[in-house]
Structure formats: C-alpha cells, structure tokens
C-alpha cells in the first residue's frame, strides 16, 4: 500500500463528485498463478476472459494415448500481508475461485500455509490457537504465545493459499478446464498528465497522447483518472497464441467509468473499454491495462 488514504469504494465515489479532492490512491496487485500438469496431454487452446474484473481460463486439451491421461491443475497466491483495515485487498485469499472440468464444478483441495522471514510456521500458529493466515483480528492472547524467530515474534506474518484439482482424459478425446476468479488488481488514482500515466499506458503498448486526446473529448478536462492493471500469469503459457476478451462494464467495481482497455500484441484502434482479438505468442501470462474516466462519459 502506497497510499496516504486508504482506498474504499465510497471514498473513491466522494473523489468522483468532489472534484477538488486531491487524495491519491494506490494498492498494489495480488496476482493468482496458474499451473498445469498436463502428463502426456497436449495443450490445443487457451481462451482468457476478463469481465470487469471476473476472469475466467479456458483450456483446451487433447489426449492421443490409447489410455486415459491423468492431469491435475492449481491457483496459488504470492506470499501476502494484511496491512490494514481499509485495504480493498484485504481478503488475498480467492476464497471464490472455481474450476470446472468439462463444463462440470470440481471441488479444490486448498492448502493454506503461514511463513515468516522464508519460515513455515504453519505449525507453530496451530500449536498458538490460530489459522495460518494472517488476521488482524487475531486474538492477542494467542498471539503471545508465538515462539520468536531470532528474537523477532511473528505478530505479522505471511500467507500463502493454494487450490488445486485433477481429473482424467478420456484416451483420444479432448478435455476443457476453466478457472475463474474475481481478480485484485493493481489500481491507482493518477494525474492525466503525469509521467506515471504515460509509462504505464508505454508498458502495455499504447500512446498517452491519443489517450489522453480520447478522454478529453468524451469526458471533458478529466484531472485524474483510474488506472487498473490487471496481472494474469499463466505458468503453461508458454509462446502460444492467445485468445483474449475483454469486457468492462459503465461503471466499475470503484465506480469510475472504463475508457480505454490495453493489452500488448492486442490492437485497439478505437480506443474502447472492451476489446477482444488473438495475442500472438503471449509467454507465461497476460498484463491488461485498464483507464477509467470518474466522469461520466
């Protein structure tokens, strides 16, 4: 968390309508990771969906062994904090991700762990009372019975969950998956003009200027505006062409306005919020970037 105020839906709403507010926000990303084991199958397809901020894998596969081939598949979070009650990603846990596997729902195994300085303390945070994950709510009896770790205790350690499923292909027959999640973008209030801005449309190769002329003319002299980047690492992924989709809705899940959708290797030549196309030898995942007008267009 960067911010000097901590982001809500409706602190940002108040920005929207005040627009003598100059608060800045920002909260960085929590990435989900995607891995395959795919054994003797071979991956024919890969479609990524993102609806607002819904996304959703599809992966194709195609078994030529004579026997069934076994596969299994897995989300894993990056090892996270909880740094404050007001964080819009307090939750990092995708408590809500879902797998089907030929159009039927598999149920996850989930494994959740704690750490502190590269440690597993799972066991430890047991043994005290207390789940692996960090809570800020944790009870403070509990937490002083915490051993120390070169004699430093462990009040505010890290998480890491992780959810995966395994299912059998049929012997010459295709197979999908599909994962779905609601993702915890990187996100930002950002100066029109400023070099942060130009950089991050530059990163996901689009020209400021041509944005920035775009907002203008539907929304006026827009001050700031929302910047989400949205990091989808698909560790299977590896140089393939790519179907995408994008989708943003009027207004988003902070009640700015989406404008302008980027990706890289995907055209958007009428600068619209929603786009979709084949992204040619994309590499172990995806990075979209999101410009949102807190106007209305």
Same mark, same amino acid.
């Given at each position: ?10 602190? &940002? ?12 926000? *920002? ?21 990524? $969906? ?5 996304? @959703? ?11 069934? @081939? ?5 989300? +894993? ?11 819009? #990603? ?9 797998? +089907? ?5 598999? $149920? ?11 440690? *597993?303390?799972?066991?430890? &945070? ?13 009870? =403070?009896?509990?937490?002083?019975? &915490? ?22 292909? =049929? ?18 209030? !950002?100066?029109? *003009? ?5 950089? =991050?449309?530059?990163?996901?190769? %689009? ?8 907002? /203008?003319? !539907? ?20 140089? /393939? *062409?790519?179907? &995408? ?10 009640? =700015? #306005? ?6 890289? %290797? ?13 992204? @040619?030898?994309?590499?172990? %995942? ?9 106007? !209305?267009?």
């Amino acid at each position: 968390m960067k911010s000097p105020v901590l982001a809500r839906p409706a602190l &940002l709403a108040a920005l929207i309508v005040c627009a003598s507010a100059a608060a800045y926000e *920002d909260e960085n990303a929590v990435p989900l990771k995607l891995g395959l084991e795919a054994g003797k199958a071979v991956v024919e397809q890969i479609a990524v $969906k993102l609806d607002g901020r819904e996304v @959703s894998i599809l992966t194709t596969l195609r078994n030529g062994e004579a026997r069934a @081939s076994q596969i299994g598949w897995y989300a +894993s979070t990056p090892q996270f904090t909880v740094l404050g009650e007001g964080e819009e #990603h307090q939750d990092k846990s995708f408590s809500d991700v879902g797998a +089907s596997f030929n159009g039927h729902a598999m $149920k996850p195994a989930v494994y959740r762990r704690g750490y502190f300085m590269g440690r *597993d303390i799972t066991r430890e &945070l047991a043994r005290a009372g207390l789940a692996p994950l960090p809570d800020l709510q944790a009870d =403070a009896k509990k937490l002083a019975r &915490l051993p120390t770790v070169q004699g430093l205790r462990f009040e505010q350690w890290q998480g890491y969950v992780a959810y995966s499923w395994n299912a059998a292909i =049929a012997p010459h027959a295709s197979a999908a998956v599909e994962v779905r999640y609601r993702a915890l973008p990187q996100f930002s209030l !950002t100066e029109l *003009d400023s070099p942060a801005f130009g950089q =991050a449309v530059l990163q996901h190769c %689009g020209n400021p200027d041509a944005i920035r002329r775009r907002l /203008r003319q !539907t929304t006026g002299e827009p001050v700031q505006v929302m910047v989400e980047r949205y990091e989808i690492p698909l560790a299977f992924m590896l140089m /393939r *062409d790519v179907r &995408l989709a994008v989708t943003q809705p009027q207004a988003n899940w902070q009640q =700015a #306005h989406p404008a302008v959708s980027l990706v890289c %290797g995907l055209a958007n030549p009428g600068l619209t919020a929603s786009v979709s196309g084949e992204v @040619s030898n994309a590499n172990r %995942g995806l990075s979209v970037l999101v410009v949102s007008s807190l106007k !209305t267009p």
